[in-house]
C-alpha cells in the first residue's frame, strides 16, 4: 500500500500547491482520496487521468472537492480521445444532496456509501468515523489486509479518534492550528491534539496535513514531537509513504 500526498494546503492552495488531496495505490488499483484545488494538475505528476480507478471524498466543502468539476471534464475528454466509455466512481455520502448530486457527469458516477457499514473499494476495506466539523464529514479507516491508514479528514479533537486509529500503521491528521490556539469553532485540530491522538492510539507514523497559511509550518511539528514519540512528517507534494 503506497500512499502519496498530492495535496495538503487547508482552505486554499498556496503558489504551485493543492488543498486536500492523496492517492492511495495497491496493485495496480489506484484510489484517490479527495479532490481539492489544484490537486488535477499536481496528480498528473503521478497518474494519469485515465488511470484513476476510483475516487472517494471525505465532504462537500470546496478545498476537498474543488477540482471534481475539472476531473469530469478531464475524463469526457480522455474518453473522447481514446474512443472509451470507461465511467470513474466517485463514493461521497449522501448528507448533502447537492454535493453527492455534483459527483455525478458524462463519465463519472457518484455512488453513496453507508458510513455504517464498511466499503470495499479496489484492494481496501474502508470504516468510517463522522467528525466534528460545520458540514458532514467522515474520518476513513483504509486496510489492504496487511497495513492500516487511518485520514481523519476534517475535524475538531474528538476522543472516539484514539480508538478509531488504534495500531494504525500510519496516521493523516488535520493540523490547521498550532499549539495554543483553537480551531474547535472551524472544525480543525491543533499539533499538540494530532499528536495526543498518535500516542494513545499507539500508531506508528504521523503525518500533519490541512496545513496553515500563516506561521513556519515546521513548528507543527516541532510541537507534535513533545507529545508523540513516533515518526512525524510533515506534509509535503510529493510525499511518499510505503
Known amino acids: 500500500m503506497k500512499l502519496t500526498v498530492i495535496g495538503y494546503w487547508g482552505g486554499y492552495p498556496a503558489a504551485d500547491g493543492a488543498t486536500s488531496s492523496y492517492l492511495l495505490e495497491k496493485d495496480n488499483f489506484s484510489l484517490l482520496i479527495d479532490v481539492g484545488s489544484g490537486a ?8 494519469t487521468v485515465s488511470e484513476l480507478d476510483a475516487v472517494i471524498v471525505s465532504h462537500y466543502h470546496h478545498d476537498h472537492i474543488a477540482d471534481v468539476g475539472v476531473l469530469q471534464y ?3 475528454v480522455q474518453n473522447n ?10 463514493y461521497g455520502h449522501i448528507e448533502d444532496q447537492h454535493g453527492f448530486a455534483s459527483l455525478t457527469h458524462d463519465y463519472t458516477k457518484g455512488i453513496a456509501y453507508d458510513p455504517k457499514q464498511s466499503l470495499e473499494v479496489g484492494p481496501f476495506t474502508i470504516t468510517f468515523l463522522k467528525t466534528k466539523h460545520p458540514v458532514p464529514c467522515y474520518a476513513m479507516r483504509i486496510t ?3 497495513n492500516v491508514l487511518v485520514y481523519t479528514a476534517d475535524s475538531s479533537y474528538m476522543p472516539e479518534l484514539i ?8 496516521l493523516v491528521t488535520d493540523c490547521n492550528y498550532y499549539a495554543g490556539l483553537d480551531g474547535s469553532k472551524a472544525g480543525h485540530m491543533t499539533s499538540e491534539e494530532a499528536a495526543g491522538i498518535a500516542s494513545d492510539a499507539n500508531v506508528k507514523s504521523l ?5 496553515p497559511q500563516f506561521g513556519d509550518t ?8 513533545g507529545i508523540f514519540k513516533g515518526e512525524i512528517n510533515l506534509a509535503a507534494k510529493g510525499f511518499t509513504w510505503n
Open 163 to 170: 480508538s478509531f486509529a488504534k495500531d494504525a500503521d500510519l
Open 144 to 146: 489492504d489486509g496487511e
Open 40 to 47: 488535477l494538475s499536481a496528480l498528473q505528476r503521478h497518474k
Open 74 to 76: 478531464a475524463r469526457l
Open 81 to 90: 480521445v481514446t474512443g472509451r466509455e470507461k465511467v470513474l466512481p466517485i
Open 218 to 225: 515546521n513548528q507543527l511539528v516541532e510541537e507534535a514531537r
Open 207 to 211: 503525518l500533519l496535513s490541512h496545513l
